[in-house]
């Protein structure tokens, strides 16, 4: 399994932006799907994004399509989820999540193996 970092987060205001990363360790990672969480207080963890293995195929949560990009940069062992036009409803921890597949970009969180620690985003208003 990856051991997952992520970064990035932090206090914003509405309208504002930021590029959360999740930066992975071990050997696996250019052969795993990626997903971006996130969990508000008192909710149940939600999927935000996904990536395939090379970054070919991506997924979106519709509460973030279009205003929102996963991508990913193997040669780093890192994932990136830029997130723009920030709503205070955006306002969550935001995790990331690996799972070694060259088939599959998981939309649901039981799918995935491994697990960051989670980076906190507040959107105020």
């Known amino acids: 399994q990856l051991q997952l970092v992520e970064s990035g987060g932090g206090l914003v205001q509405a309208g504002g932006s930021l590029r959360l990363s999740c930066a992975a360790s071990?050997?696996?990672?250019?052969?795993?799907?990626m997903g971006w969480f996130r969990q508000a207080p008192g909710k149940e963890r939600e999927f935000v994004a996904g990536?395939?293995?090379?970054?070919?195929?991506?997924y979106y949560a519709d509460s973030v399509k279009g205003r929102s990009t996963i991508s990913r940069e193997n040669a780093k062992n890192t994932v990136y989820l830029q997130l723009n036009s920030l709503k205070p409803e955006d306002t969550a921890v935001y995790f990331c999540?690996?799972?070694?597949?060259?088939?599959?970009?998981?939309?649901?969180?039981?799918?995935?193996?491994?697990w960051g620690q989670g980076t906190q985003v507040t959107v105020s208003s």
């Open positions: 071990g050997r696996t990672f250019s052969s795993s799907a």
């Open positions: 990536i395939n293995f090379n970054g070919g195929i991506t």
């Open positions: 999540a690996a799972e070694q597949t060259f088939w599959r970009t998981p939309r649901i969180a039981s799918e995935y193996r491994s």
